[in-house]
């Protein structure tokens, strides 16, 4: 059965950087594409940036060059960098296993204060 548990998560004020990660287990994360979505209060869950199995990488037009993902599959782990955060930024972030089957985290609260 495939687990992914992110942490990382916390409150920042405005300006400044979190790392979160996703560790997976029950499966390796090696021939799968990653990603973060990101669920805003009162909104619908949305796609934050995605990583390849060959690592190539896309994001979401909002947080394009400020955030990066990356994936160590040695450690079976997946990473989202987050720098300049703005209190927009603020949500519950997931990280999701892509496949057949998606597999989701259970999430990580990021709150930024302005």
């Known amino acids: 059965q495939v687990q992914l548990v992110e942490s990382g998560g916390g409150s920042v004020q405005a300006g400044g950087s979190l790392r979160l990660s996703c560790a997976a287990s029950?499966?390796?994360?090696?021939?799968?594409?990653m990603a973060w979505y990101r669920q805003l209060p009162g909104k619908q869950r949305e796609f934050v940036a995605l990583?390849?199995?060959?690592?190539?990488?896309n994001y979401a037009d909002s947080v394009k060059g400020r955030f990066t993902i990356s994936r160590d599959n040695a450690k079976n782990t997946v990473y989202l960098q987050m720098n300049s955060l703005k209190p927009e930024d603020t949500a519950v972030y997931y990280c999701?296993?892509?496949?057949?089957?998606?597999?989701w985290g259970q999430g990580t609260q990021v709150t930024v204060s302005s």
């Open positions: 999701v296993k892509l496949g057949p089957y998606n597999y």
């Open positions: 029950g499966s390796s994360i090696s021939p799968s594409a």
């Open positions: 990583i390849s199995s060959d690592s190539s990488t």
